[in-house]
C-alpha cells in the first residue's frame, strides 16, 4: 500500500514536466538558417513572442515565435550567431520554456555546447615573405645622401593566442638589402630575432568571412653584415620598433592566409675594418605575404 501511494506521488509530480515535452516535425526551414515552422500553433497553446527549446540527437537550440496561426509556427533562433541544425522532416524533441540550453539537453550534448564556448588556444606556424623599400636614413661621420634601399626577406614565427583577441609570436627573419649609391653598390645582410604583441579586430569577421584585421608591434635583435667589392663590415642591428597593420583570411579550419604592410625603424652597428664603429638608423615600409 505504502509502495503505491509513493509511485502516484512520484507520478503526480513527474507528469507536469513529462507533458511539457512534445515530439514535433520541422515542416520547413529558411535558406539563411535563421527560421524555421513546425506544424503546431496557437491551438497547442503558443503565442508570438513565446520562447521555446528544441532538441535532436546531437543539437539544441533556443528559438522565439515570429509568426503564429492555427496550425502552424514561424519560430528564429534566439542567437543570431548561430545556424539552424535541424532539416526539413527532422524530428525534434520541443519543450517550452527559456531555460538554458544545457539545463534540457542529454549530458553529452551539454558537454559540447560547454566546450564550444571554452576559448582553446590557437598555436600557429606562421611562414612569410616580403619586399621592403627604404624611405629615411642617417649615417654618423657620413656626408648627407640619399641612396635607394630595397630588398627581400623571409620569415617564420611561432604564434599563440594569449586570451581574447590577444597573441604574441616569437621568429626569426632572414633579410637581404640593396642600397644603390651614384657611386656603387652595397649589399646588407641580416639575421633578426623578433617578438610582436598582436591584437586582432573582430568587429569585421562577420563581413570578411571569418578574416581578421590585426595590428602588431614588434622588438627585434641580430645580427647585420654589409658588403661590397674589396670592403665588408659587420655588427648588431636592433629593431625598436615595428608596427604592422594586417589581415588574415581562413582557407579553412586549419590554413589561413595573410597579409601585412609595417614601418620599421633599424639601428645598425658595425665594426669598419680599421676599427671604427659605424651607426646607421633608417625607417624601412615592408609588405609581406
Known sequence: MHLRRIMFVLLLAVAPVAGAYELITIQAVSTNKQTFITRHGKRQGISPGMTGTFTAEDFSVIAKALTVTGNFTQWQVTNPAANIPFQKGSLVTYYPATEYIWALSPEEIRQKYIKSQILVPRRSWVFKGGLTQGLTESVSDAPVSFPKRGGFLGEIYYEKDLYQNFAFDVGLRYERETINYEGGTLVTLRNIAIADAIYY??????????????????????????????????????LIPAIKLGLSLPFDDTWEFLMDGAFESLNTNEEMEDGTVQGTTQTNFKVGF
Open 201 to 238: 579586430f573582430s568587429a569585421l569577421r562577420d563581413y570578411l568571412s571569418g578574416g581578421r584585421v590585426y595590428i602588431a608591434a614588434g622588438l627585434g635583435w641580430g645580427l647585420s653584415n654589409t658588403s661590397t667589392v674589396g670592403l665588408s663590415q659587420s655588427g648588431t642591428v636592433r
